[in-house]
């Protein structure tokens, strides 16, 4: 059974930083193309990151030059270092583990920026 938990939100200042991480299990995590998306209410969930099994990475604009996402294949986890939030930047994120034609997600984690 293929289970993501991420960990690592929380309620931050504008201008702080955060690190959530996502830990994957019953996955061969290496060979999964791993991201983090974002979704606001009722708005529809977004791009934040993508890294390859090989560690090419993909941003969305809005958080080039801010955010990292990186990966530890040994420990089977996914991170997302980010930097200069603002309050923009307010939403639950979520893990994603994709090879096709399989797509797994977790839970969400919530990030709060205050200004």
């Known amino acids: 059974q293929v289970q993501l938990v991420e960990s690592g939100g929380g309620l931050v200042q504008a201008g702080g930083s955060l690190r959530p991480s996502c830990a994957a299990f019953?996955?061969?995590?290496?060979?999964?193309?791993m991201g983090w998306y974002r979704q606001a209410p009722g708005k529809q969930r977004e791009l934040v990151a993508t890294?390859?099994?090989?560690?090419?990475?993909n941003y969305a604009d809005s958080v080039k030059g801010r955010f990292t996402i990186s990966r530890a294949n040994t420990k089977s986890t996914l991170y997302l270092q980010m930097n200069s939030l603002t309050p923009e930047d307010t939403d639950v994120y979520y893990c994603?583990?994709?090879?096709?034609?399989?797509?797994?997600w977790g839970q969400g984690t919530r990030v709060t920026v205050s200004s």
């Open positions: 994603n583990a994709q090879r096709v034609p399989e797509s797994y």
């Open positions: 890294v390859t099994g090989g560690g090419s990475t």
């Open positions: 019953g996955v061969i995590f290496s060979i999964f193309t």
